[in-house]
């Protein structure tokens, strides 16, 4: 079977804050060359590396109302917990190792803030959010919401560890969240020692970021904690080695391969659905939610 290689390992850009509660280093797209159509169907990344926050008991740390439309927001939590809130009725709480999938499709409003038990105390933080694109013919379709509890998240053992499929599948298991296009999301999570044999079709684009510990990928490219690794587009089978005990979030879709226009928080398929998109924002038609 021939082997998927590492095409770029990348160290994570100096953090920025998004609203007052998300400190975060961006991969995609970014200055490495991982646009949106090099990574599609994963057109924004956002990793927040650990960090402890201070209590906040009297005002949660976050983003307030802002509106989305044409694709997902998927946020994993690995540290701390957040609470999320949008116009179609979606929200809760997710804790460390739950998963909040978010399509706005259409068009929704939410916000998002570290949740009030985390602000009471304080704590470590450490999140990833995912924008996941939609096909074409999927963009206006109505929103929804998946609450994914990490006890609901399957789980596959490999030696020294084991495989949560967040989506996608893997070794013939399904995972937890349905997708609208062949998305695979998945988090190893491995002792030192662990080694897990990872396979997806040559095509599609495919990537690891090591969330906890430190990795070797194929027994020879070393992968550092909050580091990204980027995968060729070739090859099928990659295997990746815990040199420390660690996390590991991989992520591979099947290219959408459809215009992209992005603009702020709406990605469409043209220049003329991005400004319908603001001008049905302004007409109040993303709903209502209280900020």
């Avoid at 694109?133 to 998240?153: E, F, G, V």
């Amino acid at each position: 079977m021939s082997v998927k290689n590492v095409e770029m390992v990348l160290a994570p850009r100096a953090p920025h804050y998004v609203g007052d509660g998300f400190r975060v280093h961006n991969f995609i797209p970014s200055g490495y060359g991982l646009t949106m159509q090099r990574m599609d169907p994963f057109i924004f990344l956002d990793y927040a590396s650990k960090f402890h926050f201070p209590p906040s008991p009297f005002k949660p740390k976050g983003v307030g109302v802002h509106p989305h439309r044409g694709f997902e927001t998927v946020t994993i939590a690995y540290n701390g917990s957040v609470a999320h809130h949008d116009s179609g009725g979606g929200g809760g709480v997710i804790q460390q190792g739950d998963v909040q999938w978010m399509t706005a499709a259409s068009g929704v409003l939410h916000k998002e803030y570290h949740s009030e038990e985390f602000s009471k105390t304080g704590g470590y933080f450490q999140m990833v959010q995912l924008w996941v694109n939609l096909p074409a013919k999927d963009k206006m379709s109505t929103p929804k919401y998946q609450a994914i509890q990490n006890a609901s998240i399957p789980k596959v053992p490999v030696e020294g560890g084991f495989i949560e499929v967040i989506a996608g599948e893997y070794n013939s298991q399904k995972g937890a969240a349905s997708t609208f296009s062949p998305v695979n999301m998945l988090n190893a999570k491995l002792e030192k020692g662990g080694e897990a044999t990872i396979q997806f079709p040559s095509h599609y684009n495919t990537c690891v970021l090591v969330i906890e510990g430190e990795v070797i990928i194929n027994g020879t490219e070393d992968v550092p904690l909050d580091h990204f690794a980027l995968m060729a587009n070739e090859g099928v089978s990659f295997t990746i080695k815990a040199t420390e005990k660690s996390i590991v979030l991989i992520l591979s879709g099947e290219p959408l391969n459809e215009p992209i226009a992005s603009h702020g928080p709406f990605v469409m398929n043209t220049r003329e659905q991005i400004m319908e998109a603001f001008q049905d924002y302004e007409l109040g038609k993303f709903g209502i939610l209280e900020d």
